[in-house]
């Protein structure tokens, strides 16, 4: 089973937008993939609440902040999303189901302060010391050209962490989601400027 941890200490940093994109792609492909959700708020857990049966299928990965279960029975594919703060034995029982985290940052001094810690946290972790956990990082909500996002550039080369992609701010994550759907729910020429950015996340994730 391939496990995906989406984690970033900071709420709003574009975890949920992860996880429910990633479950969508996986789905497509015929694999039997589970979304947990293990924030309080709960929006991945309310988006698969929302996603038709006309869709290709995605599980619920039942837990919450202070137990993780099994995912169900079958699953290939079991995404995690997490909440704001995950530090300490949370972190470290996440880590240990887990072989890729995905960390969203987003173009804000907010963001890479926070992220700045995470990142040192992360370092220290037996778990991705030894290779055992992959670490990749994806800007959120970019604007290329922008100062922001040369920023984002600059703050992010100072840590030896792969930055995968940076993903535009475009309303199909908005339109999608109150929907239960996602980016590889729509038509590929629709948004295939969106797939292009998505593309060498998804590359890095077959590497395991």
């Known amino acids: 089973m391939h496990t995906l941890l989406i984690a970033n ?37 309310h988006w698969l609440g929302l996603r038709s049966a006309s869709f290709p299928a995605i599980a619920r990965w ?32 996440a880590l240990k189901c887990s072989d890729h985290i995905l960390v969203p ?15 040192a946290r992360l370092a220290e972790e037996k778990q991705v010391r030894k290779g055992k956990v992959k670490v990749g990082v994806v800007g ?20 030896d962490l792969p930055v995968l992609s940076s993903l535009r701010d475009t309303q199909y994550y908005l339109q999608t989601l109150p929907r239960g759907l996602g980016l590889f729910d729509l038509p590929a020429p629709r948004v295939a400027r969106d ?10 994730l077959e590497h395991r």
């Open 195 to 204: 797939l292009e950015q998505w593309q060498p996340i998804l590359d890095w």
């Open 9 to 45: 200490p900071k709420g709003g940093a574009g975890k949920s937008t992860l996880a429910t994109n990633l479950a969508t792609y996986y789905a497509w492909r015929g694999k039997a993939v589970a979304l947990g959700d293990l924030d309080r708020q709960q929006s991945s857990a």
């Open 140 to 159: 959120m909500r970019v604007k290329t050209g922008t100062r922001a996002s040369q920023q984002l550039v600059d703050f992010l080369a100072q840590f």
């Open 62 to 93: 039942e837990g919450d902040e202070d137990e993780l279960t099994k995912p169900p029975r079958g699953t290939e594919v079991a995404i995690l999303d997490t909440p704001a703060g995950l530090r300490g034995k949370r972190l470290e029982a």
């Open 105 to 119: 940052v987003q173009p804000s001094s907010f963001d890479m302060w926070a992220s700045q810690d995470f990142f």
